[in-house]
Protein backbone atom coordinates (compact mmCIF):
# COMPACT_ATOMS: atom_id res chain seq x y z
CA UNK A 1 0.00 0.00 0.00
CA UNK A 2 1.11 3.32 -1.03
CA UNK A 3 2.61 5.46 2.01
CA UNK A 4 0.27 8.57 3.08
CA UNK A 5 2.60 9.78 6.20
CA UNK A 6 6.80 10.55 5.90
CA UNK A 7 7.28 8.85 2.27
CA UNK A 8 4.08 9.67 0.74
CA UNK A 9 3.37 7.91 -2.47
CA UNK A 10 6.24 5.30 -2.43
CA UNK A 11 5.34 1.41 -1.37
CA UNK A 12 5.24 0.83 2.82
CA UNK A 13 4.41 -2.42 3.75
CA UNK A 14 2.91 -1.02 6.99
CA UNK A 15 0.50 1.14 5.61
CA UNK A 16 -3.08 -0.20 6.02
CA UNK A 17 -6.11 1.50 4.86
CA UNK A 18 -6.23 3.18 8.55
CA UNK A 19 -2.93 4.99 8.40
CA UNK A 20 0.61 3.35 9.47
CA UNK A 21 0.51 0.45 11.38
CA UNK A 22 3.88 0.70 12.94
CA UNK A 23 4.46 1.55 16.72
CA UNK A 24 4.08 5.54 16.57
CA UNK A 25 2.07 5.96 13.57
CA UNK A 26 5.02 6.87 11.62
CA UNK A 27 8.63 5.92 9.80
CA UNK A 28 11.85 7.11 11.65
CA UNK A 29 14.55 8.45 9.39
CA UNK A 30 17.67 6.51 8.64
CA UNK A 31 21.17 6.91 11.18
CA UNK A 32 24.69 8.03 10.33
CA UNK A 33 25.42 3.41 9.84
CA UNK A 34 23.13 3.36 7.05
CA UNK A 35 24.20 6.03 4.52
CA UNK A 36 25.59 3.74 1.73
CA UNK A 37 22.60 1.72 2.01
CA UNK A 38 21.10 0.44 -1.24
CA UNK A 39 17.85 0.12 0.57
CA UNK A 40 17.60 3.52 1.67
CA UNK A 41 15.49 5.59 -0.18
CA UNK A 42 15.20 9.99 -0.08
CA UNK A 43 12.05 11.44 0.94
CA UNK A 44 12.27 15.25 1.20
CA UNK A 45 15.25 16.26 2.83
CA UNK A 46 15.61 12.98 4.53
CA UNK A 47 16.33 9.26 4.34
CA UNK A 48 14.50 6.51 5.41
CA UNK A 49 14.79 2.62 5.04
CA UNK A 50 12.97 0.94 3.01
CA UNK A 51 12.96 -2.39 4.29
CA UNK A 52 12.32 -1.97 8.33
CA UNK A 53 11.02 1.82 9.66
CA UNK A 54 12.95 2.16 12.63
CA UNK A 55 16.82 1.81 11.38
CA UNK A 56 18.38 2.92 14.74
CA UNK A 57 16.59 -0.21 16.29
CA UNK A 58 18.45 -2.86 13.39
CA UNK A 59 21.59 -1.16 14.57
CA UNK A 60 21.57 -1.24 18.41
CA UNK A 61 22.83 -4.68 18.90
CA UNK A 62 25.57 -4.95 15.72
CA UNK A 63 25.19 -4.47 12.30
CA UNK A 64 21.66 -4.42 10.61
CA UNK A 65 21.15 -8.04 8.61
CA UNK A 66 19.76 -5.75 5.76
CA UNK A 67 22.82 -3.31 4.98
CA UNK A 68 23.85 -4.11 1.69
CA UNK A 69 27.20 -2.08 2.41
CA UNK A 70 28.33 -4.03 4.84
CA UNK A 71 30.80 -7.13 3.90
CA UNK A 72 30.27 -10.00 6.43
CA UNK A 73 33.45 -11.59 7.75
CA UNK A 74 34.39 -15.00 6.30
CA UNK A 75 35.72 -16.91 8.70
CA UNK A 76 38.55 -19.55 7.64
CA UNK A 77 38.18 -23.35 8.16
CA UNK A 78 40.34 -24.55 11.12
CA UNK A 79 43.42 -26.70 9.29
CA UNK A 80 42.52 -30.17 10.24
CA UNK A 81 45.68 -32.68 10.91
CA UNK A 82 45.05 -35.34 7.90
CA UNK A 83 46.20 -38.52 10.42
CA UNK A 84 44.58 -37.16 13.24
CA UNK A 85 41.14 -36.68 10.87
CA UNK A 86 41.85 -41.00 9.58
CA UNK A 87 42.12 -41.85 13.11
CA UNK A 88 38.67 -40.24 14.09
CA UNK A 89 37.40 -41.76 11.06
CA UNK A 90 38.41 -44.80 11.70
CA UNK A 91 37.28 -44.95 15.68
CA UNK A 92 33.89 -44.45 14.32
CA UNK A 93 33.41 -47.80 12.42
Known amino acids: ?3 TTT ?8 MTSKGCSYNGGT ?3 AIESCEGCERTVAAGDL ?3 KSYP ?18 GQVKEA ?10 RAA ?3
Open 7 to 14: REGMECAF
Open 54 to 71: DPAAKWRYGACNFATHIK
Open 1 to 3: MLC
Open 78 to 87: AKLNPIKASK
Open 91 to 93: GKK
Open 27 to 29: CHP
Open 47 to 49: LYC
